[in-house]
């Protein structure tokens, strides 16, 4: 597990409108700021110690799950990160705003994922505290698209409302509490999936500099900052649940060497339909799958299911080739995959740079039958931190992008 550099932050602009309101919160020997950043110092140096020992299984007891082998980069310090998470990890989420803006988000579609983290926070997570002294970090409860559905004028290529809506709120939440005149913004976190998620942060520049951004269009070459931002993964929910069981034909029965379905979006696409496409029967790749050919048979029955990048960097097909146990190849530049704090991607997925389109086959007839199978069997072991249930469960899609924002706060101190 990596951990970042570690950056303090106070207040050094003499906001002084809350100065005597902060007073007033102080204890005499210790504010309750100061008390929080002495239990997370406390868990970084646990976190720490466990980090030094190398095994490849948590030795940490645990009743649902041990995290162990080489999908993690330390299971012992993730295990660790993660039991002490349970423990601390508190978010406020401001109660400004409206719905359908504010407070709400899509739960069927591409990006339901925005919608279903929004939704979890609201009604209630374990993570949430309605006592913003209590707090570790605060939640800006906006979405990116509910506000392109009802703010963004079709075909008009400019987002300033957007831009201005999420500047607005910004302005009322730091008017109405102390908490982001105190860090500039360096607790505080928004999450969007929509690829003008980041667009939207640029409006805000302590929001696009300081906070935390939990974002699927996770580009490093559009500012994407892996320090202080977190991946986010795009799955896309049809019916707003996970739809059919995991899993797919066992790797004897998998016929199809790599597969990739999907529409013309991007030049990566462009050039692996242009270079595949109808070329090769072991490669199997199309614009447009044939009449009474399944998408999610094809899915299942592939060794390799290929995901390129579309117009933006992340792809739903990453979480819809785990889900079919089927291994993904990343074809991309400057995107950093999900959980890649804790996850060792290189363990269970092949990455493939732009440059190496032309090689996919060659690349992929290189990996022998015992290194397939370890991958294979390691994409069913990180099923489950994937999964998307009606209730989070431990470990989890929720828990894990937790996780991801709690790793970015412990690297960060905040001062009255």
């Keep these: 597990m990596q951990m970042h550099c570690f950056v303090v932050f106070s207040n050094s602009l003499g906001l002084a409108s809350y100065e005597k309101k902060q007073e007033t919160w102080k204890d005499k020997r210790y504010s309750k700021l100061e008390r929080l950043e002495a239990s997370l110092a406390r868990a970084r140096s646990s976190i720490r110690e466990a980090a030094r020992n190398g095994s490849l299984k948590s030795t940490h007891e645990d009743p649902d799950y041990v995290p162990q082998g080489p999908i993690y980069r330390n299971a012992n310090a993730f295990h660790r990160s993660y039991l002490?998470?349970?423990k601390l990890f508190k978010i406020y989420v401001y109660e400004e705003g409206e719905p359908p803006m504010f407070h709400d988000g899509p739960c069927k579609s591409i990006y339901s994922t925005e919608g279903r983290f929004?939704?979890?926070?609201?009604?209630?997570?374990?993570y949430r505290t309605t006592d913003p002294d209590q707090a570790l970090l605060y939640f800006l409860p906006f979405s990116v698209v509910m506000m392109v559905q009802y703010l963004y004028v079709p075909d008009s290529h400019?987002?300033?409302?957007?831009?201005?809506?999420?500047?607005?709120?910004?302005?009322?939440?730091?008017?109405?509490?102390?908490?982001?005149n105190r860090s500039l913004g360096a607790d505080h976190f928004m999450l969007s999936c929509h690829d003008w998620g980041p667009r939207a942060s640029t409006s805000v520049p302590y929001l696009y500099n300081n906070s935390i951004r939990v974002l699927c269009n996770a580009n490093t070459?559009?500012?994407?900052?892996p320090s202080k931002d977190v991946s986010f993964p795009e799955i896309h929910l049809r019916t707003g649940e996970m739809s059919g069981p995991l899993g797919g034909l066992s790797p004897s029965r998998r016929p199809i060497l790599g597969f990739f379905a999907g529409r013309l979006h991007g030049h990566i696409r462009y050039l692996l339909l242009e270079q595949w496409k109808d070329k090769d029967k072991d490669l199997q790749v199309y614009d447009q799958l044939p009449n009474g050919v399944s998408y999610d048979s094809m899915l299942k029955k592939s060794r390799f299911c290929l995901c390129p990048s579309g117009y933006e960097v992340a792809s739903p097909r990453v979480v819809e080739a785990i889900y079919a146990e089927c291994v993904p190849v990343l074809i991309s530049d400057n995107y950093v995959p999900p959980f890649n704090d804790v996850l060792n991607w290189k363990s269970f997925a092949v990455q493939v740079q732009v440059r190496d389109i032309a090689n996919i086959k060659r690349i992929l007839m290189g990996i022998s039958q015992t290194?397939?199978?370890?991958?294979?069997?390691?994409?069913k072991q990180v099923q489950r931190h994937f999964m998307v249930n009606a209730a989070p469960q431990r470990f989890d899609v929720f828990h894990m992008t937790i996780h991801s924002?709690?790793?970015?706060?412990?690297?960060?101190?905040i001062r009255d």
């Design 118 to 126: 929004i939704h979890e926070m609201e009604k209630g997570s374990v």
């Design 221 to 225: 070459s559009e500012g994407f900052n």
């Design 158 to 180: 400019e987002i300033h409302a957007i831009e201005n809506t999420v500047i607005d709120y910004i302005h009322l939440i730091s008017h109405n509490h102390p908490f982001w």
């Design 405 to 413: 924002i709690w790793l970015r706060r412990l690297n960060i101190r």
């Design 84 to 86: 002490e998470m349970e």
């Design 371 to 379: 290194q397939y199978l370890r991958m294979y069997r390691r994409v």
